[in-house]
C-alpha cells in the first residue's frame, strides 16, 4: 500500500509577518492593501492575513531579467494611482 501524503493547509502570514516575508514595512504593506496595488489577502474574523503563496505571486510580478525586460506585470508603488491603474496592473496579462 502506497503511503499518501496529505497536501500542507496553506500558511496564513499576519501583516507584521507578511512584511518580513516581502522585505516591506508593516506600514507599507498596509498602504499596498488600502490603495489596492498590494498582494490578495483575506480577513478571518475581522484579522487581515496573507497567503504565502498570494505573497509570492505578487513578488513574481514585479520579477525581471535586465531593465529592458518587460516582466509579466508591474509591482506599483504603495500610493494611488489614477484610472483605475491599480486594478489593470493587478491583472495578469495573457
Do not use: C, I
Not at 498596509?30 to 489596492?36: A, L, M, P
Not at 494611488?80 to 491599480?86: D, I, K, Q
Request: glycine share 12%.
Amino acid at each position: 500500500m502506497s503511503a499518501q501524503t496529505a497536501p500542507l493547509p496553506p500558511r496564513y502570514l499576519r501583516t507584521p509577518e507578511a512584511a518580513r516575508f516581502l522585505g516591506l514595512s508593516g506600514r507599507t504593506l498596509e498602504k499596498h492593501r488600502t490603495y489596492g496595488t498590494g498582494p490578495r489577502y483575506s480577513k478571518l474574523g475581522g484579522r487581515v492575513v496573507y497567503r504565502v503563496e498570494d505573497l509570492q505571486a505578487w513578488a513574481d510580478r514585479g520579477a525581471k531579467a535586465s531593465t529592458s525586460d518587460p516582466g509579466v506585470g508591474t509591482v506599483l508603488p504603495a500610493r494611488r494611482h489614477p484610472n483605475g491603474l491599480a486594478q489593470r496592473a493587478a491583472q495578469p496579462r495573457g
